[in-house]
């Protein structure tokens, strides 16, 4: 029996949580780790602005009155260095803000889909990536997958699990439940 027969056969007898049972938009809330990802990311994006800003007054303010005469500065860091330092900090922050927003609007209107655990990844030092296979409603085969995540807490292949994906782009889907948000009671 192929991952796609299986497939068919757990979609005949599956439901979706209660929670994902709701009309679409879905009521959601921030969870204590989406908020505190959130203020990471805000504390990521300032952070690297006032970097930038010192860095930059400090390279082209003149030092003290006795050195103007000879025209120095007090550092000997070109100007262009504060923009290259702001870039991850900023990156990163937009990168965490991204993936906050998607995991927000994939549980508001979302579709669930039961999906099956294909393979397993090369294990590394965090874990493992889990790679799954779920069905959209078009009768469409999607990929995707999650983690790494450690032995315990690692489905086998041929186990089940639900997914959440857009309706317009499969190819966007998390393993519910999803870390960031859930929905309101």
Known sequence: MTYLDK??????????????ERARPRPVRWTVKGYLSLLLASGLLAGGLALGLHIYTVATWPAESESLTQGRHRSDAPPWVAPLLVLP????GIMIIREALIERRLLEYGRAAPGIVTR???PTDKGRRVYYEFL?????????KYGPVHKSKQL????????????DNPRRNR???????????
């Not at 757990?10 to 209660?18: G, V």
């Not at 699990?161 to 309706?167: E, N, S």
């Open 7 to 20: 497939l068919r056969e757990l979609q005949e007898n599956w439901q979706a949580p209660q929670q994902l």
């Open 136 to 144: 959209t409603m078009g009768g469409g085969r999607a990929e995707g």
């Open 89 to 92: 900090f900023w990156f990163s």
């Open 175 to 185: 393993r519910y439940p999803l870390n960031m948000v859930r929905t309101s009671e």
């Open 156 to 167: 086998q292949p041929g186990s089940a699990l639900t997914v959440i994906y857009d309706p």
């Open 120 to 122: 397993l990844g090369i």
